[in-house]
């Protein structure tokens, strides 16, 4: 058990048996009353987002959750397949408990699944992921490294602002938390 002066944003808890992330809290001292800490709390499995407002010292359960390592298998439709690295086992997960997440995985990759009693409830991606740029406007000489950017498409489908120099077919490195390009990746 912990307090709700405990909290962190990415903590998980457990609200009337749902498992929830803390995505923002704050913690209210009115001038006259109790303090109080004002939360905005993401449902792992639904996706869904809810305001919540706990006593100041209010105690909450935290969630325990089990990360295993599986591999992404492939996307039908808004299901999302993934396959246990050690058992073979498959296990499917819905957009809606991916969130924005899909955005920056590709078949084969490796991430981690998170569990909660043995039921698959959301993932985690690496920090950075290396991704081929599929579309974006050609550069033009005399454009530099540190003269602006412009938008590219990746292979999975999602758009960031790359520097002018990155062309089509050029595999970046991104930040998976901003969405932001970090490097391009030199070509072995």
Do not use: C, W
Request: aromatic share 10%; proline share 3%.
């Amino acid at each position: 058990m912990i307090t709700s002066n405990d909290f962190k944003n990415g903590m998980t808890i457990e609200v009337d048996g749902e498992v929830y992330s803390i995505v923002e809290f704050q913690h209210v001292k009115p001038g006259k009353g109790a303090a109080f800490v004002r939360t905005k709390l993401r449902h792992m499995k639904s996706g869904n987002v809810s305001e919540k407002t706990f006593r100041a010292g209010e105690k909450v359960k935290r969630a325990h959750l089990e990360e295993r390592e599986m591999q992404f298998l492939y996307a039908a439709g808004d299901m999302y397949n993934f396959m246990d690295t050690e058992s073979f086992e498959q296990y499917t997960l819905t957009k809606d408990q991916l969130e924005d997440k899909t955005q920056f995985i590709k078949e084969n990759m490796i991430i981690t699944v998170l569990f909660h009693n043995g039921e698959e409830i959301s993932i985690e991606l690496p920090v950075f992921v290396e991704l081929a740029v599929s579309e974006t406007e050609p550069g033009v000489k005399g454009d530099t490294a540190s003269g602006g950017s412009k938008p590219a498409t990746l292979e999975t489908g999602a758009t960031v602002n790359v520097p002018f120099f990155i062309n089509e077919g050029d595999i970046i490195k991104v930040d998976t938390r901003t969405s932001e390009y970090i490097e391009r990746v030199k070509g072995e």
